[in-house]
């Protein structure tokens, strides 16, 4: 089977910060976005939205690396990549908010907050987990089904590319794709 | 439309077998459209974008985390009111506005400039001049109706302090609406000061910004809709109960089929007078047609049916499936709900669509402007262009899916008070006894967020079963007359009470009062009800439920319920839940001021319950058994 992960096309954002939004609630405990707002510990998105010049949004999330600098970095062995294939996954019962992933991570997409997961903890690492329970029960990655853009996608990276240079061979010969 | 199931989109036989013609024909429906824009803007559905200044447009984090100020310093409370305030102001401009063409065509009338339209009812052109406090003896019909209209119009601007029916509502009620300061000054005026007060930097107060939507409301409830209402009844005649038909088996697969679409009477009544006309029908039958064939969709159609009995081919969710029959040569509009898809749809078959109105035009449909003094013209020139359409109709596409089903209606206050002997006494008493524990009025939309006819349908089986009288106007006319509601067989599913009071009066437990702007009869009725007792609206057993609303209207008609003293469950939840603020005072805050207050419940069993529970306190309260 070919795996399929979110390819971001930063040229197609608008910022409408959708994908944010839909993060957070697919991450809350009740999945429903009247009822997420409310809970006690509230969800946070794990995708962000950077701005560049004029305003340029840059959406950024975390790209699974392999090897994982932030995963090297953990002492705790709190992100773990035995939850789902390919995913590197921060276990907040683990997790003792040291920092250290974020200082090694280059694309700064961890961010600390309280999280349900382990309420007890006053500020554990929050990142990207690929939404990996949605992806099993067969659906996409919230950011992706909220983005309406194309800026995010979710697709096999080759497939993707491929698609890109058969779009740049008709492109070459001045074909419209 | 992907691989759903039919019977996810629709509860209605024609309506799934017009989704699935529809696919066949590759025609994009109202429901595709909503996947598309699923997963819908989620700032946008809390009710936390502002997009009424240019330092923004702003959103409010709903989980904390980014901005918790609009550019201005707005927050959260102060954006959900403003937007949710400007909802209501668009919704009873709505109403409103439909209500002053009414008015303009009475005062064409009183002035003798126009032929086309007259007085039907003029008794109750009379009676209701004398409620508003006009002399009326001695003066002409055309002298009464040109001072009405002229008082009317007072009632869109703020001369007079209040509007016109100010006096129909209990002294309680007025006396409330006083001291918490929403008495309503002047339809045009309170939505004006909405616009006004939610532009940057004026009202900054949510909870203040509520009640003044609450105010704007009643103007629309208890003066442009109830003008609306009134002046109706005068030009085309008090309803009276009748038997009529409805859902897509209407349409005549030999015959030149128009429908009527919108909210008005004043265009659809003179498309009526037009296919009755022998000239139009042997130029039919030149055609090839059988006759001419006429039948309504949303609130115009109710207009018709209610007054004339003219058939009712479907509501908001059945206008794009009608023309997927192939059978309708022409859909005639005026305003309010006509899905801009109607144009493409029609233009997937020999179909036209035709609009009336200056102020609602749309790119790609056939324009034929209607007024005062061209009506009866301009109808002959719809119905003639339908029988052209005819002509090149494709009978091999043409499917019309089911057959009707018969609904009575009529049931105007007047009519009402005619069949219980001229007073509302014996209503009063029934209620009293126990055998009609309550009444709810259960109206508005269709909605693709929600199986089209369900939470309608079953909402009013529930409350049948428990002895609660139910009203219908609108779009839920609809839904209940194709589940066979509205006839008086359907006692045999209300409670032993109910059922007794329905059998011995021939009515059915389900009663058609007419199109939304009609709500204002059941305003009308609960205020004299309540001053027939000595009490408050809110000490009424009665309640109002709008299950599938999607409408701006239809957020104005709730607020008037309840800033009248009534009960409302809504079935969707109004874009407001991003404020806590303006959340709890809909749900709960709004009883310590209004006596009454929303619930939202999308299951027709539980809202159901809710009502109940509601009338029970009511009851107990009146010192009357639960």
Not at chain 1, 47 to 73: D, S
Not at chain 1, 117 to 124: C, L, Q, T
Not at chain 2, 46 to 59: D, Q
Not at chain 2, 198 to 207: E, F
Request: proline share 5%; hydrophobic share 45%.
């Amino acid at each position: 089977m070919l795996k399929k992960t979110v390819i971001v096309r930063p040229e197609l954002c608008v910022g409408c910060m959708q994908c944010m939004i839909r993060c957070a609630q697919a991450h809350s405990q009740s999945k429903s976005l009247a009822c997420a707002i409310r809970e006690e510990i509230l969800a946070k998105p794990r995708i962000h939205l950077g701005v560049g010049p004029e305003n340029k949004p840059f959406p950024n999330k975390c790209r699974h690396c392999e090897p994982a600098p932030c995963q090297e970095a953990c002492m705790p062995w709190a992100i773990r990549d035995d939850i789902a294939q390919g995913l590197k996954i921060v276990d907040p019962t683990r997790c003792i908010g040291c920092g250290m992933c974020a200082m090694a991570c280059p694309y700064y997409v961890i961010r600390f907050y309280q999280d349900a997961g382990a309420p007890e903890r006053p500020s554990v690492a929050v990142k990207c987990d690929g939404c990996h329970e949605r992806v099993a029960a067969g659906a996409i990655p919230a950011c992706v089904a909220a983005c309406k853009t194309g800026a995010l996608t979710f697709d096999e990276v080759n497939l993707y590319l491929k698609q890109g240079t058969n779009r740049l061979a008709n492109a070459v010969y001045g074909v419209k794709a | 439309m992907g691989k759903r199931d039919l019977s996810e989109y629709s509860i209605c036989k024609d309506a799934q077998a017009m989704i699935a013609k529809a696919r066949e024909d590759g025609v994009e429906t109202v429901w595709d459209r909503l996947r598309e824009q699923e997963p819908h803007c989620g700032f946008c559905e809390l009710g936390l974008s502002c997009r009424n200044c240019i330092m923004g447009p702003c959103r409010i984090d709903p989980f904390g985390n980014g901005p918790q100020r609009g550019v201005c310093g707005a927050d959260a409370d102060v954006v959900v009111a403003r937007n949710f305030g400007r909802m209501v102001a668009a919704g009873a401009a709505a109403h409103s506005d439909h209500g002053r063409d009414l008015i303009e065509t009475l005062l064409a009338v009183g002035e003798g400039t126009t032929a086309d339209y007259g007085i039907r009812d003029e008794a109750k052109l009379r009676r209701i001049a004398e409620e508003v406090g006009l002399a009326v003896a001695g003066k002409d019909a055309k002298a009464v109706a040109l001072e009405l209209a002229e008082q009317f119009f007072n009632d869109f601007g703020c001369r007079r302090g209040s509007i016109s029916f100010i006096d129909r509502v209990p002294a309680k009620r007025r006396a409330l609406w006083e001291k918490v300061g929403i008495t309503p000054r002047g339809i045009d005026r309170d939505v004006v000061e909405m616009l006004h007060r939610t532009h940057m930097g004026v009202d900054n107060d949510a909870v203040n910004i509520c009640l003044h939507a609450a105010r704007l409301s009643l103007a629309d409830g208890w003066g442009g809709s109830m003008i609306a209402t009134e002046v109706s009844d005068i030009l085309f005649g008090t309803p009276t109960p009748r038997t009529s038909k409805v859902n897509l088996g209407v349409l005549k697969a030999d015959q030149v089929n128009i429908l009527v679409h919108g909210h008005s009477p004043i265009v659809s009544e003179m498309i009526l007078a037009a296919v009755h006309a022998p000239a139009l029908l042997a130029k039919a039958k030149a055609a090839g047609a059988q006759g001419i064939n006429l039948a309504g969709l949303c609130c115009t159609g109710n207009e018709l049916l209610m007054r004339q009995g003219i058939p009712m081919a479907g509501n908001h969710l059945m206008t794009e499936l009608a023309l997927v029959t192939g059978a309708v040569e022409v859909v005639v509009v005026d305003y309010q709900c006509i899905m801009p898809s109607l144009v493409t749809v029609a233009g997937c078959y020999h179909s036209r669509i035709v609009t009336t109105s200056p102020k609602a035009k749309f790119t790609g449909a056939t324009h034929i402007e209607f007024d005062v003094h061209n009506a009866r013209q301009k109808a002959v020139e719809v119905v003639e262009l339908a029988i052209e359409r005819f002509k090149v109709r494709d009978a091999g596409r043409v499917e019309i899916p089911v057959e009707p089903v018969e609904v009575m209606t009529g049931f105007s206050n007047e009519a009402v008070l005619a069949a219980l002997g001229g007073t509302a006494a014996p209503l009063i008493e029934a209620i009293k006894a126990g055998k009609i524990r309550g009444a709810v009025g259960i109206v508005g939309c269709n909605n693709p967020k929600v199986k089209q006819d369900y939470q309608n349908s079953n909402l009013i089986r529930e409350c049948i079963k428990r002895d609660l009288l139910v009203l219908v106007t609108g779009c839920v006319t609809v839904s209940a007359g194709k589940q066979g509601l509205l006839m008086p067989a359907a006692a045999d599913l209300a409670g032993p009470g109910l059922s007794e009071v329905c059998k011995a009066l021939g009515i059915p437990p389900v009663l058609h009062v007419g199109s939304c702007v009609d709500n204002s009869r059941i305003l009308q009725l609960c205020g004299m009800l309540a001053t027939a007792l000595g009490v408050d609206i809110s000490d009424l057993p009665v309640a109002a439920a709008a299950p599938e609303w999607y409408s701006e209207k239809a957020a104005t008609i709730g607020l008037y319920a309840v800033a009248s003293g009534i009960f409302t469950v809504l079935g969707l939840a109004p874009p407001i839940l991003g404020s806590k603020v303006v959340t709890d005072l809909a749900v709960s805050g709004l009883e310590g001021v209004v006596g009454a207050s929303f619930a939202v419940e999308g299951d027709p069993v539980k809202a159901a319950e809710l009502i109940d529970a509601r009338i029970r306190v009511k009851r107990t309260a009146l010192g009357l058994t639960p």
